[in-house]
């Protein structure tokens, strides 16, 4: 039995069924679990003889009408398809670069029976914030959805001695470091590359120091860190 066979299996016996009718004629969830494998087969990066990088954030494009016959199962279509990814991920050796994560949504420019899927790597940030120090910081840096405080010294990259760790196969083990300074309310923020192989981006432009202020973009790897002045602590 194949592993699309037995996701069908799996979800057929969860739903009772129920979910095979309401798509008879639309979109099938083997057809979206397999175009979930193509795309992680078609965006691979080698990471090395035996691991490959893979998307780990997607997202789901339908019609209007497939996207109504979804929603009453769209959580336990999610779980399957995400135990599905996880098989065929440990089957062809693939690496996520973070949790998996797998969103629905509507578009409308599709018919019924038609769906696209968009995929991201998006890397897993790790870091000693809280929020007690949040609230006590003047700039923090936004990565992927989460905010870190800027309140010193901060050591960005891959490796356990980074002070903010960044699961992306193009950040160096010491990629770059953020260096705030002064009192008032809008802290001098530095940004220097510490040597790392693929150099950063900032605002678009490559560069191995800089300044920082509201809204500045570093690109490093694949992943962006957005700085944000916040001048007034937050409740």
């Known amino acids: 039995m194949s592993a699309l066979q037995r996701f069908e299996q799996r979800l057929e016996t969860l739903i009772s069924g129920v979910f095979a009718r309401a798509f008879r ?9 397999a175009a979930l494998q193509r795309e992680c ?18 997202h789901v494009e339908l019609s209007t009408t497939d996207l109504d016959r979804l929603q009453p199962f769209d959580t336990a279509l999610e779980s399957e398809l995400t135990t599905q990814l996880h098989e065929h991920a440990e089957a062809q050796g693939y690496v996520f670069p973070g949790p998996v994560a797998i969103h629905f949504s509507d578009a409308g420019d599709l018919t019924t029976g038609r769906f696209r899927i968009r995929s991201t790597a998006k890397a897993q940030v790790t870091g000693d914030a809280s929020h007690t120090r949040l609230t006590r910081a003047h700039a923090v840096l936004e990565v992927n959805g989460t ?28 990629h770059v470091e953020f260096r ?7 802290p001098r ?7 790392s192989t693929n150099g950063m981006l900032v605002d678009g432009q490559r560069m191995q120091s800089s300044l920082a202020k509201d809204g500045t973009e570093v690109k490093i790897g694949r992943t962006a860190l957005v700085v944000r002045v916040i001048e007034e602590p937050q409740p």
Do not use: C, M, W, Y
Not at 180 to 186: D, K
């Open 180 to 186: 705030v300074s002064g009192t008032g309310p809008i």
């Open 147 to 174: 905010r870190h405080p800027l309140d010193s010294t901060i050591v960005v990259g891959r490796g356990s001695e980074a002070d903010l760790r960044i699961n992306d196969p193009g950040v160096s083990r010491r």
């Open 189 to 195: 923020i530095e940004i220097h590359d510490l040597g």
């Open 25 to 33: 004629s639309a979109v099938q969830p083997v057809e979206i679990a």
């Open 41 to 58: 087969d078609n965006n691979a990066q080698v990471l090395s003889r035996q691991r490959k990088l893979v998307p780990n954030e997607f």
